[in-house]
């Protein structure tokens, strides 16, 4: 989705302005999106919610599955409208994104140069004429330092969950035309270790707030049956 991140700059950026998104073409190929613990409830009911693991930062993280190949978004049509009610917050921010800088703890406002969205004729200017950031810099600031919160939590969660060994290897067979298809690589929290925690334990999770999205996810995992009908349907005759 991204393919030419660069930090937001005043002399660089200062003719360039960003358009509403009206087409979700740019997502078209993106077949996961990462979610942050609170959107879990919002994405159960459209999307299988399940976590990859990033060897490289010893982490899991989140994701909502949108398609059951690589580079096929099945939630986005040809026309690029967005098949569901729900839109990841991810992708919503798009072009922007929040990069870590060189200073520890600090981090920097960036854009996708290479969008369609942004434009130095149609859309809303992202400095004035004096170089200053407008209303539209201001927003993406306050946005993404939400979302950069709730990246925090959700990587707190994540990790609770690791520590306390509750992951487990998601291995699905889905039917892909002719063939069948292994989805693997994904995990998923072992319902079986959840159930079987001690008092304590369990009590632990309820504080600290995690039970709705736990349970969200576990939910959500029946949405895969959605997407096997959506590939289906999408399949050339």
């Known amino acids: 989705m991204f393919q030419k991140i660069v930090p937001v700059n005043n002399q660089i950026h200062a003719n360039k302005r960003v358009k509403e998104i009206s087409s979700f073409a740019f997502a078209a190929q993106t077949h996961i999106a990462y979610l942050t613990l609170q959107e879990f409830t919002r994405a159960a009911p459209t999307f299988p919610v399940v976590f990859l693991e990033d060897k490289a930062k010893d982490e899991f993280r989140p994701v909502a599955l949108l398609g059951l190949n ?104 889905v039917q892909d035309g002719a063939s069948t298809k292994e989805i693997s690589g994904c995990y998923v929290i072992n319902e079986e270790r959840l159930n079987n925690l001690s008092d304590e334990l369990f009590l632990s999770i309820k504080a600290k707030a995690y039970l709705p999205a736990i349970y969200a996810h576990l939910l959500s995992l029946a949405q895969t049956e959605r997407l096997v009908k959506m590939q289906q349907a999408a399949a050339p005759a």
């Open 70 to 173: 690589s580079e096929k978004n099945l939630f986005v049509d040809a026309a690029g409208k967005w098949l569901a009610s729900y839109v990841p917050a991810i992708i919503r921010r798009y072009p922007f994104a929040l990069t870590p800088s060189d200073q520890d703890g600090q981090f920097v406002v960036c854009i996708d140069e290479a969008s369609d969205l942004v434009s130095e004729t149609d859309g809303s200017a992202l400095f004035d004429i004096t170089g200053a950031p407008t209303q539209i810099i201001d927003n993406v600031k306050r946005y993404l330092a939400e979302l950069q919160q709730m990246e925090l939590a959700t990587s707190q969660f994540c990790r609770f969950l690791s520590e306390h060994n509750m992951f487990t290897p998601l291995n699905m067979r």
